[in-house]
């Protein structure tokens, strides 16, 4: 199936899309929760409404961080979804034109097999979801991102204080490592269905940057 206008399945439980980010044009990445009936961090797409109302509905809209809202505005009208947010990014959705969300913290179990873990040092709000579904599988927001090379951080010019930044997501992401699971979902890179785990630990042994 064209990603661009459906789903495809990336392991039984766990569906996929992708399309370009309005703002900046890149295609970014979505993922889907079928037993859970959750989207993390969508981007809008062509057809993407009727796809999912096909695959189950949504009933909570996932976000990694406070900056992957993308279309979830719309597909939260849609569905009468709940719109879950990191309590650390809680403040991006503060006036009267912000959407109504709900915060969670890092720890909670936000629906059977899923739990948020912190990432930080890139924001105080950028996490990771444990999923237990099949394999196992951790979803990402921005410390790791993939290019034509593999995994690597977002460039330097994105960071405060990159050699400080990047130290700090290294020390995150070997504790994500003691996690089990094996299929790594990114929001700026196509899934990996087997062997993320592998592929991420041996990027933590020799990091790089990637060249977006």
């Given at each position: 199936?064209?990603?661009?206008t459906?789903?495809?399945e990336?392991?039984?439980?766990?569906?996929h899309?992708?399309?370009?980010?309005?703002?900046?044009?890149?295609i970014?990445?979505?993922?889907y929760?079928?037993?859970?009936?959750?989207?993390?961090?969508p981007?809008?797409?062509?057809?993407?409404?009727?796809?999912?109302?096909?695959?189950?509905?949504?009933?909570?809209?996932?976000?990694s961080?406070?900056?992957?809202?993308?279309?979830?505005?719309e597909l939260?009208?849609?569905?009468?979804?709940?719109?879950?947010v990191?309590?650390?990014g809680?403040?991006?959705?503060?006036?009267?034109?912000?959407?109504?969300v709900?915060?969670?913290?890092?720890?909670?179990?936000?629906?059977?097999?899923v739990?948020a873990?912190?990432?930080g040092s890139?924001?105080?709000?950028?996490?990771?979801?444990h999923?237990?579904?099949?394999?196992?599988?951790?979803?990402?927001?921005?410390?790791?991102?993939?290019?034509?090379?593999?995994?690597?951080?977002?460039p330097?010019?994105?960071?405060d204080?990159?050699?400080?930044?990047?130290?700090?997501?290294?020390?995150?992401?070997?504790r994500?490592?003691?996690?089990?699971w094996?299929?790594?979902?990114?929001a700026?890179?196509?899934?990996?269905?087997a062997?993320?785990?592998?592929?991420?630990?041996?990027?933590v042994?020799?990091?790089?940057?990637?060249?977006?």
């Open positions: 199936m064209d990603e661009s459906g789903l495809s990336v392991v039984p439980g766990i569906l899309w992708s399309a370009p980010h309005p703002n900046h044009g890149q970014v990445h979505s993922h929760l079928s037993q859970q009936r959750a989207a993390i961090d981007i809008g797409a062509v057809g993407l409404a009727e796809a999912l109302r096909a695959a189950g509905g949504i009933e909570q809209i996932l976000l961080n406070r900056h992957h809202l993308r279309g979830t505005v939260a009208a849609e569905f009468d979804a709940a719109i879950r990191p309590r650390a809680l403040h991006e959705f503060e006036g009267p034109d912000a959407p109504q709900v915060a969670y913290d890092w720890g909670d179990e936000l629906m059977d097999g739990v873990h912190e990432v890139l924001a105080p709000d950028d996490g990771a979801f999923l237990r579904i099949g394999p196992g599988a951790l979803a990402l927001a921005d410390s790791v991102v993939l290019d034509e090379s593999g995994l690597g951080f977002v330097d010019k994105l960071m204080d990159p050699e400080r930044t990047k130290a700090g997501l290294l020390a995150s992401l070997r994500l490592l003691d996690l089990e094996d299929v790594l979902l990114m700026h890179g196509a899934p990996l269905p062997a993320g785990k592998q592929a991420l630990a041996s990027f042994e020799s990091p790089r940057s990637a060249g977006l």
